[in-house]
């Protein structure tokens, strides 16, 4: 079982930056992969970015250049670094296991407005 928190969002104006944190817990986190998706308002979760136990990483299109995730596997932490934000990026941050996704985070909301 992992219990996944997220948080680090919030309102920015567009081009502005944020660190959204995912703290994961139980011992099986460094042994699986992990990622980030998001949800607009009235629209389908979608993928964002992953990153592998080795850590190597997966992008959506839509962020690729400028969100960047990591993972800090001996504190259990997950991370997107998201610059150069845009209005669409406006949605509830999760992360979650990948790609089974049966672990999900309540997710934090970020909003991109001036």
């Known amino acids: 079982q992992v219990q996944l928190v997220e948080s680090g969002g919030g309102l920015v104006q567009p081009g502005g930056s944020l660190r959204l944190s995912c703290a994961a817990s139980?011992?099986?986190?460094?042994?699986?992969?992990m990622g980030w998706f998001r949800q607009a308002s009235g629209k389908q979760r979608e993928f964002v970015a992953s990153?592998?136990?080795?850590?190597?990483?997966n992008y959506a299109e839509a962020v690729k250049g400028r969100f960047t995730v990591s993972r800090d596997n001996a504190k259990n932490m997950l991370f997107l670094q998201m610059n150069n934000l845009k209005p669409e990026d406006t949605a509830v941050y999760y992360c979650?296991?990948?790609?089974?996704?049966?672990?999900w985070g309540q997710g934090t909301q970020v909003t991109v407005s001036s």
């Open positions: 979650t296991n990948v790609p089974r996704n049966n672990y």
């Open positions: 139980g011992s099986s986190f460094r042994l699986i992969s």
């Open positions: 990153i592998t136990v080795g850590g190597s990483t």
